[in-house]
Nanobody, 116 residues
Framework: QVQLVESGGGLVQPGGSLRLSCAAS????????MSWVRQPPGKPRDTVAS????????WYKDSVKGRFTISRDNAKNTVYLQMNRLKAEDTAVYYC?????????WGQGTQVTVSS
């Protein structure tokens, strides 16, 4: 079955960096786009970055452009989110997500807290 497992979250000071990873299994990873979606406390989920089958096609939410980078390693079935110059407003649970045959699949999420 499809599994997405995020890791790499934690507590970081404003201006710091984190790298999130999402290990995928149960499907042909190289054949599907992947997204990172976050849910701040008390707010709905919001997509922050997406990649196509390769990193040649990417999309970013305006508020993270220039700070976040999505990448993927199809040999490792893993998608990454490098987050630099983190701000308090980046605090959220971060999920990776993919669409397969009209269905959405989500990981369990990883908490990112940006605070001094």
């Amino acid at each position: 079955q499809v599994q997405l497992v995020e890791s790499g979250g934690g507590l970081v000071q404003p201006g710091g960096s984190l790298r999130l990873s999402c290990a995928a299994s149960g499907f042909t990873f190289s054949g599907y786009g992947m997204s990172w979606v976050r849910q701040p406390p008390g707010k709905p989920r919001d997509t922050v970055a997406s990649t196509g089958l390769t990193e040649k096609i990417t999309w970013y939410k305006d508020s993270v452009k220039g700070r976040f980078t999505i990448s993927r390693d199809n040999a490792k079935n893993t998608v990454y989110l490098q987050m630099n110059r983190l701000k308090a407003e980046d605090t959220a649970v971060y999920y990776c997500m993919t669409h397969i045959d009209g269905l959405e699949y989500w990981g369990q999420g990883t908490q990112v807290t940006v605070s001094s």
